[in-house]
C-alpha cells in the first residue's frame, strides 16, 4: 500500500522569510501525482502545486516550488517570501490510482 | 465555473439517528470521491463514483454508511444509526480525465452527540 510521511507536525516561519515542508512515499508504482494542499483552518482544501512523477522538472507556482527526488520518494515544498495567509496545515498526497494523504503539516507565520 | 458545493456545512445530531450529506460536484467532473478527515489527521479515501457506476469502496465504508450517485451529478453519502466515532469533516472531491488532480468541497462538519 502506498503510504505518504510528513515527519514535521508544526512548522513555523518568519514572514518574508522561506521555509520547506517535508514529504516521503512509498509506492512501486513509476507513473503517479503527487501534490500539496493547503488547508486554513476551518476552510476548504486547496490544491497549491501539482507535480507528475515523469516530469524531470520541479513544478514552480510563484512563490511555490517543489523539489522531487523520484529515487529518494522525496517531495518537499519550498514557500518563499512567507506571507501571513499562508498559515494553514499542509498536506502531501500521492495519487497513483488512488489518493493517499499525509499526516499534515501545520505552518505558522510570525509577523 | 463553480467548485465543488456540499450541503450542509455543518450538522449535529444524536446518537443513533441517521443523516445524510450532499455534494455537487463541478459540472462536466464525471468522477466524484467521498473522504472523512478527523482532527489532525489527513483525509481518508471512503469511495468513489464514475459517472453512476461506484467503482471502489474503502474498508473503513462501514454497512451503515451508503453513497449514491444516481445520474452521475451529485451525490448523497448517507449513515445510518450513527456513532460518536463517525464525528468527522466528511470531504468531497472531483476531478476529470486524466484524473490525476482532485478539487474539494468545503466539507459537511459532523457532530454525533
Known amino acids: 500500500a502506498q503510504t505518504v510521511t510528513q515527519s514535521q507536525p508544526e512548522m513555523s516561519v518568519q514572514e518574508a522569510e522561506t521555509v520547506t515542508l517535508s514529504c516521503t512515499y512509498d509506492?512501486?508504482?513509476?507513473?503517479?501525482?503527487l501534490f500539496w494542499y493547503k488547508q486554513p483552518p476551518s476552510r476548504q482544501m486547496i490544491l497549491v502545486i501539482r507535480q507528475e512523477a515523469y516530469k524531470q522538472q520541479n513544478a514552480t507556482e510563484n512563490r511555490f516550488s517543489v523539489n522531487f527526488q523520484k529515487a529518494a520518494k522525496s517531495f518537499s515544498l519550498k514557500i518563499s517570501d512567507s506571507q501571513l495567509g499562508d498559515a494553514a496545515m499542509y498536506f502531501c498526497a500521492y495519487n497513483g490510482g488512488d489518493m493517499r494523504f499525509g499526516a499534515g503539516t501545520r505552518l505558522t507565520v510570525k509577523p | 465555473d463553480t467548485g465543488v458545493s456540499q450541503n450542509p456545512r455543518h450538522k449535529i445530531t444524536k446518537r443513533g439517528q441517521n443523516v445524510t450529506f450532499r455534494c455537487d460536484p463541478i459540472?462536466?467532473?464525471?468522477?466524484l470521491y467521498w473522504y472523512r478527515q478527523t482532527l489532525g489527521q489527513g483525509p481518508e479515501f471512503l469511495t468513489y463514483f464514475q459517472n453512476e457506476a461506484q467503482l471502489e469502496k474503502s474498508r473503513l465504508l462501514s454497512d451503515r454508511f451508503s453513497a449514491e450517485r444516481p445520474k452521475g451529478s451529485f451525490s448523497t453519502l448517507e449513515i445510518q444509526r450513527t456513532e460518536q466515532g463517525d464525528s468527522a469533516m466528511y470531504l468531497c472531491a472531483s476531478s476529470s480525465p486524466p484524473y490525476g488532480t482532485q478539487y474539494f468541497g468545503p466539507g459537511t462538519r459532523l457532530l454525533v452527540l
Open positions: 459540472s462536466e467532473h464525471n468522477r
Open positions: 509506492t512501486s508504482e513509476s507513473d503517479y501525482y
